[in-house]
C-alpha cells in the first residue's frame, strides 16, 4: 500500500523560505514521476513542480519558475520542494503526488497516488 505523508508546510512572511519534504512508503517508483500539486481555497488545484527521468527531469509552473525547486532523494523514499522569495499567491494546500503510471507524468487525479497536503500560509 502506497503511503505518501507531507511535512513542512507553516507559517511565514513574505520573501520567506519553506522546505516541504513527503516521505513514501510502498512506493518502489524511483525513477517514476513525483510531483508537487497546490489547491488555494475557491480555485482549482494547480501543478507547482514534477521530476521525472528524461531530457530536462523537472517542471515549474511559471508561477513558480525561479523561485521552487523540487528534488528527491530515492536513497530515503523522499521527495522535496525548496521554496524560496514566498508570495501571498503562494498560499495553499500541498499536495504530494506519486505517478501511477511509471515514469510519465500526469495531472489527473486517478494517475496519481495523493498525500493528505500540508498548508502553507504567505503573509503580506
Known amino acids: 500500500q502506497v503511503q505518501l505523508v507531507e511535512s513542512g508546510g507553516g507559517s511565514v512572511q513574505a520573501g520567506g523560505s519553506l522546505r516541504l519534504s513527503c516521505a513514501a512508503s510502498g512506493y518502489t517508483g524511483s525513477r517514476y514521476c513525483m510531483g508537487w500539486f497546490r489547491q488555494a481555497p475557491g480555485k482549482e488545484r494547480e501543478r507547482v513542480a514534477q521530476?521525472?527521468?528524461?531530457?530536462?527531469?523537472?517542471y515549474y509552473a511559471d508561477s513558480v519558475k525561479g523561485r521552487f525547486t523540487i528534488s528527491r532523494d530515492n536513497a530515503k523514499n523522499t521527495l522535496y520542494l525548496q521554496m524560496d522569495s514566498l508570495k501571498p499567491e503562494d498560499t495553499a494546500m500541498y499536495y504530494c503526488?506519486?505517478?501511477?503510471?511509471?515514469?510519465?507524468?500526469?495531472?489527473?487525479?486517478?494517475?496519481?497516488?495523493w498525500g493528505q497536503g500540508t498548508q502553507v500560509t504567505v503573509s503580506s
Open positions: 521530476i521525472y527521468t528524461g531530457p530536462d527531469g523537472t
Open positions: 503526488a506519486a505517478s501511477k503510471i511509471g515514469r510519465w507524468c500526469s495531472t489527473r487525479a486517478e494517475d496519481n497516488y
